[in-house]
């Protein structure tokens, strides 16, 4: 059993989370403010954090830098605010995840599922398996199904890497371009456009229509082990820029 921590200042969200959290079998803890939620979870621990931003006294992004000094739960934002900056602001911060109000309970609670999930594996795990190609980091190398490997150039494998490394997580263009080409590189998105589109081409089976490497556009891409069946079209559109990200 995970528990969960809620943290909303509207009391009919909390109430709705709560009975929905409880009626899978989570424990749930419940928090008004960003003082509250720092709170509880120095106390309890717990397997993971719903965020809303727009909280009284501290507000959420806080709340998440909050945390990451000094833990590493997974956090989903939870938020009527749907700008690319205020959701690149919270994952840049540390959140896992980012679900715009109004909200499918369905898949808030898939989100959060994903983000559990992705705590409870090592991130040094030896490989990781998909339907049509191996991840192998030991090797650095990626491997088809049908045994070929996949020739990528050492940015594509980087690429590759800290996406996988973060499967089932969004991450956003300014922490790939800081992590692969350094700080100077945060607002280069034409980079990642490019390198993006060579990585689809060559692990894809449709690369028009990825069902492993999805990108937010604006956002950043967020790396699928499951896969998509079918696909999402469109996923390879040129990622936006976003001033000030």
């Given at each position: 059993m995970s528990r969960v921590l809620v943290v909303d200042d509207e009391p009919q969200i909390r109430r709705t989370l709560e009975v929905n959290l409880r009626a899978r079998r989570y424990d749930v803890?419940?928090?008004r403010t960003g003082e509250e939620a720092l709170?509880?979870?120095a106390r309890h621990h717990p397997d993971a954090v719903i965020l809303d931003l727009g909280l009284p006294g501290i507000d959420g992004i806080e709340v998440v830098r909050g945390l990451r000094g000094w833990s590493t739960v997974p956090i989903?934002?939870?938020s009527v605010r749907d700008r690319e900056s205020d959701k690149v602001a919270a994952l840049d911060a540390g959140a896992d995840d980012y679900v715009t109000k109004p909200f499918g309970m369905d898949e808030l609670l898939a989100r959060l599922r994903a983000a559990?999930?992705?705590?409870?594996?090592s991130d040094e795990a030896a490989s990781i398996a998909t339907e049509d190609f191996v991840v192998d980091f030991a090797a650095h190398q990626v491997t088809r199904a049908d045994g070929q490997?996949?020739?990528l150039t050492p940015t594509e494998w980087q690429l590759v890497e800290v996406l996988v490394r973060n499967r089932d997580?969004?991450?956003?263009?300014?922490?790939?371009?800081?992590q692969v080409w350094g700080p100077q590189y945060e607002r280069e998105t034409n980079y990642l456009r490019s390198y993006m589109a060579n990585i689809r081409r060559k692990l894809e089976p449709n690369p028009a229509q990825p069902r492993y490497f999805r990108t937010e556009p604006?956002?950043?891409v967020r790396f699928v082990p499951g896969g998509i069946p079918g696909g999402i079209p469109g996923g390879i559109e040129p990622l936006k820029t976003t001033p000030g990200t």
């Open positions: 803890d419940l928090a709170e509880l979870a989903v934002i939870l559990i999930r992705r705590s409870s594996i490997v996949v020739s997580r969004l991450v956003t263009q300014r922490q790939l371009l800081k604006g956002v950043g």
